[in-house]
């Protein structure tokens, strides 16, 4: 009981700093006239984005995972209880996928701001060569 007490307390916490910090950040983005940053701040918009949505949805279904082996056993403790084990098994996929976004955005932006820092960026017959469109 006092794990769980300790559990939610975090998840309280990090929603109340993350959800505030994440639309500061956006609207900072959103009010930046810098032309040199134009590029690199679309890539930190998605990821704010994303971690808006995410801190979100991990208050609405607030998930603990227990191991039971060979099983591993998924306890909602958030809002989405109240609605149906649908909504909470929708919320945690939906907060898993956005984790995996929120991981290939981070790799995205060390290639961007390394490419910047040796100013080579990939050009145009790069780009086909990579997609496969001419």
Same mark, same amino acid.
């Given at each position: 009981r006092a794990m769980n007490f300790i559990m939610n307390t975090i998840d309280a916490i990090l929603g109340t700093i993350? @959800? &505030?910090?994440?639309? !500061?950040?956006?609207?900072? @983005?959103i009010f930046t006239k810098d032309s040199n940053l134009k590029?690199? %701040? !679309?890539?930190?918009?998605?990821?704010?984005?994303?971690d808006l949505i995410e801190i979100s949805v991990e208050l609405l279904s607030m998930t603990r995972m227990m191991a039971d082996f060979p099983y591993l056993v998924y306890i909602f403790e958030g809002f989405c209880t109240?609605? *149906?084990t649908s909504v909470c098994q929708t919320s945690m996929q939906i907060e898993l996928? !956005?984790?995996f976004h929120s991981i290939l955005l981070i790799a995205v932006s060390f290639w961007y701001r390394s490419s910047d820092?040796?100013? %080579?960026? &990939?050009? *145009? %017959?790069?780009? %086909? /060569?990579?997609?496969? /469109? /001419?």
């Amino acid at each position: 009981r006092a794990m769980n007490f300790i559990m939610n307390t975090i998840d309280a916490i990090l929603g109340t700093i993350g @959800i &505030p910090a994440n639309v !500061l950040v956006i609207i900072a @983005i959103i009010f930046t006239k810098d032309s040199n940053l134009k590029a690199y %701040s !679309l890539i930190l918009f998605n990821s704010a984005l994303t971690d808006l949505i995410e801190i979100s949805v991990e208050l609405l279904s607030m998930t603990r995972m227990m191991a039971d082996f060979p099983y591993l056993v998924y306890i909602f403790e958030g809002f989405c209880t109240n609605m *149906s084990t649908s909504v909470c098994q929708t919320s945690m996929q939906i907060e898993l996928h !956005l984790m995996f976004h929120s991981i290939l955005l981070i790799a995205v932006s060390f290639w961007y701001r390394s490419s910047d820092y040796r100013n %080579s960026f &990939p050009n *145009s %017959s790069q780009h %086909s /060569k990579i997609s496969g /469109k /001419k």
